[in-house]
């Protein structure tokens, strides 16, 4: 008796031991690399000599950092509208019962996710190449909208999935329009799969490398890009300066997307009720 | 009586067909009117997405080239025996292409001829550029540039590069090449490289998975066991990668692992190391299995974790209470439930690992490259979009396989994010 109590305790020990250490391998690269932004000099050690906001400053006063960001969010931020709407329309459309060739269409519109993103990359850049699409950012801005959508197309459909049609239904009896029942009825159950999958979009394109390797030249330079050419090249602490702006970001996407969840579970259970 | 029995059949049937007729226009609007929607973003992706894919890897067997560019020269060629001395005829044809064709054309055609043999690049194009200000005979102005026209085995290099399709990218991939009888047979040794660069790829990708595994099948039992906020906590912990830039993480490995990092510092100034001859921990092996292994972990800890929450945990429980010891427990109940969880991990984590580029190239030597890196080496630096598209073709080919096998073992509609 004793064998088997005192037995699931040292389990649940051992199971913290190990589990407590992955979390601190997932976790330490991404909180040590903080401090360092914040080190008065250009070294990668601790303890640190002192502290200093110099890369951060070097960052701010960059022409060459500043224009990556704002191709970043130029793009991040148009790729997002582009992809959202047609990705909700296109969820809308699969989730209806009248469907034809759902699982068809389904792999299809989703297969910029599954295609390895250095293909897609290649076969972009010789496409667009010869539709002088290269050094644009609105070429880049095709190219995120196509694999940002896939996100927003899961998201949605996966929030639909639980939708009641009957309330589309009862909205067309009582006189709605197609169009009307879908924005006023629809839509907003729907809203925070639309915004979590936004939100996914946004984020594919604000961190996609592969493509604009090949596809921006040097004026079209975008955030990741441009941290990509520091890492290979001078690794300079100014890369810790952006890693940690980075990380502030993805803390607060994070934080969004779990709100959203939270939401559309309470909506969920309401809607049961 | 009968005949009104038949009329009134008739009618029945008469409108059974429009009723069927009226629901079935009904059905079909309703499915146009989905198709509609569907539409916008299916044109979309097959116009920036799936047709761009489609025109690169008919690159991989695209041979229109020397078509292209020498069109009398190959039509003086298809009569020649391949063992004779190329007559005037063909030397003549062979000036007029060279004369009429645009250099690019040409300078096309002898890069493809140059794989076949090295040298031919060169020598195409100085007999390119000499030959224009040449007058008939061509068979002297030809020798006069290059002895080597009067081999029949040249004009047979040129010959085989007509056909309009080729397997030889395909082929070059796989480290295969076709003989002059047309036989299949292995490239010399110092060319055959590509064989290699799938096997590292396949190697690299499994032995993340391994890794991915061993580290994340506790954590994610640990989560599942937790309860509330605890377990909520430990479930942000493994998002907060799982949502931070891949350069970032990439980055930040960079800081870490390399001569001087944070790592090598710590362990300088524990007394661990010698200060003269850091640990070797970037640009090696072992900085790539690192590195990938915690960007693709997070997929593998999620879907063990949705897996083993759904574990009743009172099937455990009878089985202690029915005499089995907490290992045999685990090996025989709580282990097969969680392996649906686990094949999906593992094949997420391998597909994801299979197509990598960014982080092999930032923290990998040269021996770790995988066949995205060729891929882009290819298509980059040496424009050889034929091999670039071939190597393309087998990545895609693996990973649809993969995914394939993903849908049937775990269902495409179970694909979550988030």
Known sequence: MTNFLSFPRLFSILLWLAGGLVILFLIA?????????????????????????????????????????????????????????????????????????????????????????????????????????????????????????????????????????????????????????????????????????????????????????????????????????????????????????????STLFLATIQWLQRRAERQKIAHRD | MVIATMNDGDEARIADRTRVKRLGSAKSKAQLRALLLIAPLLIFLLLVFVLPIAVLLTRAVDNRAASAALPYTLSALSAWDEESAPDEAL??????????????????????????????????????????????????????????????????????????????????????????????????????????????????????????????????????????????????????????????????????????????SALIWLGLVDPAHPLDLIYNRIGVLIAMTHILLPFMVLPIYSVMKSIPPVYLRAASSLGAPPMSAFLRIYLPMSMPGVSAGGLLVFILAFGYYITPALVGGPGDQMVSYFIAYYSNQVTNWGMAAALSTILLVAVLILYAVYNRIVGIDRLRIG
């Open chain 2, 91 to 264: 030397f003549a044809a062979f000036a007029t292409d060279l004369k009429q064709s645009p250099r690019d054309q040409i300078a096309e055609v002898a890069k493809r001829l140059n794989y076949y043999e090295t040298g031919m690049r060169s020598m195409l194009l100085k007999t390119a550029r000499t030959i224009r200000n040449a007058k008939p005979p061509y068979n002297a102005a030809f020798v006069a540039i290059d002895p080597k026209w009067e081999t029949p085995h040249y004009w047979t290099l040129i010959k085989n590069a007509s056909p309009p399709f080729t397997d030889y990218y395909l082929l070059a991939s796989l480290d295969l090449e076709r003989d002059a009888s047309g036989a299949i047979g292995r490239v010399s040794a110092e060319n055959a490289v590509h064989v290699d660069v799938l096997i590292r790829t396949f190697v690299v990708s499994a032995s993340v998975i391994v890794i991915c595994l061993f580290l994340g099948y506790p954590l994610a039992a640990l989560i599942a066991r937790s309860k509330g906020a605890v377990a909520n906590a430990l479930l942000i912990l493994v998002l907060l990668p799982f949502w931070t830039s891949l350069l970032v993480r990439t980055s930040a490995w960079v800081v870490l692992l390399q001569g001087r990092g944070v790592i090598n």
């Open chain 1, 29 to 249: 690269p991404i909180v040590a690399i903080v401090p360092l932004s914040f080190n008065a000099e250009p070294f990668f050690t601790y303890p640190m000599p002192g502290l200093s906001l110099r890369w951060y400053r070097e960052f701010f006063d960059s022409n060459v950092w500043q224009l990556a960001l704002k191709n970043s969010i130029i793009v991040a931020v148009f790729a997002t509208l582009l992809s959202t709407f047609l990705g909700t329309l296109a969820a809308i459309g699969l989730s209806r019962p009248s469907c034809p060739a759902r699982a068809t269409l389904t792999a299809i519109l989703i297969s910029p996710m599954i295609v390895p993103v250095i293909v897609s990359a290649v076969g972009i850049y010789y496409a667009f190449a010869a539709v002088g699409l290269l050094n644009s950012l609105t070429g880049l801005v095709l190219a995120h909208t196509a694999i940002g959508a896939p996100f927003v197309v899961i998201t949605v459909t996966a929030t639909l999935a639980s939708f009641d049609h009957n309330l589309m239904r009862a909205a067309s009896s009582l006189g709605a329009a197609p169009v009307e029942a879908t924005l006023r009825i629809m839509l907003p159950v729907i809203a925070p799969g639309v915004a979590s999958g936004a939100l996914f979009a946004f984020v594919t394109s604000f961190d996609e490398v592969v493509i604009a390797l090949f596809i921006a030249g040097s004026e079209e330079r975008t955030l990741p890009r441009q941290m990509w050419s520091g890492v290979r090249e001078t690794l300079s602490p100014t890369i810790a300066a952006v890693a940690t702006l980075l990380i502030l970001f």
